[in-house]
């Protein structure tokens, strides 16, 4: 199977040398030929997957909670203005 190294590094805009090239074909042709011999393995019976953990939902519950006031969330700050953080520019006009 020939692979078109050349082609696939163009789409991914990535800059390869000749013999960056010669390895990566080898490699992928390598991998392809792998994956080509998963195709002969019996699967009928296997029960598609999306996880294996069982775990359903790790996530905590969504809970309003107090939060700073603006004199606590200001009260670290150096320099403030109109009850805000003044920060120095970074975009020009």
Known sequence: MKINVTHIAKLANLPLSHEEKQKFEKQLEETLSYVENLKEIDTKDVEPTSQV?????????????????????????KSIHNGFVKVTAILEQ
């Open 53 to 77: 953990t069982g775990l359903e939902n790790v996530t905590r519950e969504d809970a309003a909670s107090p939060s700073l006031t603006q004199e606590e969330a200001l009260s670290n700050t």
